[in-house]
Structures are given as structure tokens and as C-alpha cells.
């Protein structure tokens, strides 16, 4: 997971799609992903929370490419 959000923020193409990673690890996982730019949830998580997550993500700059 953390090595292709790399690969994804390293490609000029695919750096801006914005990006949400679900695990079930946290701390310092947690604080890798958002410092490439990238939200995080940790698992086990509410479905109307992620619902709300994603939504917000897909309205950012290049949400809906």
C-alpha cells in the first residue's frame, strides 16, 4: 500500500489523484500516508464515515478522473 501510493505521488501523471487508504495498522503508517497526501482510515471503520470520505475526495481537483 505505502509503496504504490509513493509510485503515485512520484508520477506527474497520477501525483494529484487524491487518495484513501484503509488499513487496519495506524500510528506510524498513519502519519507515512498523510504525509505523502493521502487521507487514511483505519479499520474497522463506519460505512457512512467512509461513504462521506470518499465523497468529499471525489469532489478535490482530479476526483473524477
Do not use: C, I, N, Y
Not at 503508517?29 to 467512509?50: H, I, N, T, Y
Amino acid at each position: 500500500g505505502l509503496e504504490v501510493l509513493e509510485r503515485l505521488r512520484a508520477t506527474p501523471e497520477t501525483a494529484h489523484l487524491p487518495v484513501l487508504v484503509l488499513s487496519a495498522r495506524d500510528g506510524s503508517l498513519r502519519e507515512a500516508v498523510e504525509g505523502l497526501g493521502a487521507a487514511f482510515m483505519s479499520k474497522p471503520f463506519d460505512v457512512d464515515a467512509l461513504a462521506a470520505r470518499v465523497g468529499a475526495l471525489l469532489r478535490l481537483p482530479g476526483g473524477r478522473e
